[in-house]
């Protein structure tokens, strides 16, 4: 990774989870449910590039904003997605025992306890928004409509939904393949972008450019994942490979080959680029974009 991106990642990093610290801070040694507490902060302290809360606080500088503007947002966004993560990882979703080179967190606590941590960080993110000092109610009503949308039925869960019932189906093709991706994994990187722009204060057409933009990185990121679970190793990914072919799963390299695949996420990453022409002071974007969608496959 070039050390200029390395760099402002790592400082977005850290200041996403030291505002992630402040918000899972409670006294509840005494607590019965503190085993929740700790589950949650288990799975928000896992190792992670953080790339949903980077593109929050990144298109809010693009547009003007401060950083301090999308701190709420960014640790919304961070917590949502562990929630996915801690949900997906369960016996019955994707059953798998790792996430970022750690037991997963029903494995380092129980089924009970991970399904409940899940809940509660499903729930927490649209508080922290509600109370952060910062925001107009404007800002805040915009983001929570925002972040609730692409989190449901026509957003990431939805899109869970439907890749578990592609598991028993033969019909799937390259269409119902990317509506599921669209929702499953575009819909928070899409969501992350457009709060930025929120917390910017921009207009809607830059919140509408940034919805393009995510959606291309949002399937390209999908494929190369696909393509990554076939020719990488667990120890590169931190969690394991193969486990699409396991569980009989239809993706874009089962459907269209490696080479295929390949040509798909260049073409969505040259469109994703381009978009991004749209917006000043682009150049870690750009670089971020080539970065995460030139992964080594």
């Given amino acids: 990774m070039d050390n200029n991106i390395k760099s402002t990642m790592n400082m977005y990093a850290r200041a996403v989870e030291d505002n992630l610290k402040k ?20 799975s928000l302290e896992a190792p992670g590039k953080r790339i949903r809360p980077v593109l929050v606080y990144e298109f809010c500088r693009v547009c003007g904003g401060k950083q301090e503007d999308a701190a709420a947002a960014a640790c919304a966004i961070e917590m949502l997605h562990t929630f996915s993560l801690i949900h997906d990882d369960l016996p019955a979703m994707d059953d798998d ?12 606590f129980t089924q009970a306890a991970a399904v ?20 107009s109610s404007d800002k805040k009503v915009a983001l929570i409509a925002d972040l609730s949308s692409s989190a449901g039925i026509y957003g990431m869960i939805g899109g869970q939904m439907i ?35 929120i917390c910017a204060g921009a207009d809607k057409k830059k919140a509408d450019l940034a919805r393009q933009y995510a959606g291309k990185l949002g399937l390209a990121f999908q494929i190369v994942d696909d393509i990554l679970d076939v020719t990488s190793t667990t120890e590169e990914l931190g969690k394991p490979v193969g486990s699409d072919e396991e569980q009989n799963k239809t993706t874009f390299v089962t459907l269209l080959g490696i080479e295929k695949a390949r040509h798909m996420a260049d073409r969505l990453t040259s469109e994703a680029l381009e978009i991004l022409n749209n917006f000043d002071n682009n150049e870690f974007l750009i670089k971020l974009t080539n970065e995460l969608l030139t992964r080594r496959y």
């Fill in 23 to 42: 918000y899972t801070q409670a006294n509840m040694e005494d607590l019965p449910q503190k085993t929740l507490l700790d589950a949650m902060k288990y």
């Fill in 97 to 108: 025992d790792f996430r970022r080179g750690r037991p997963s967190c029903h494995k380092a």
């Fill in 116 to 135: 409940l941590a899940g809940d509660e960080l499903a729930i927490l993110p649209f508080q922290i928004i509600a109370q952060d000092e910062r925001l």
């Fill in 163 to 197: 890749d578990v019932e592609n598991e028993t189906r033969t019909d799937i093709d390259v269409d119902n393949l990317t509506y599921m991706c669209s929702l499953k994994t575009g819909a928070l990187i899409s969501t992350s972008c457009v709060m930025g722009c």
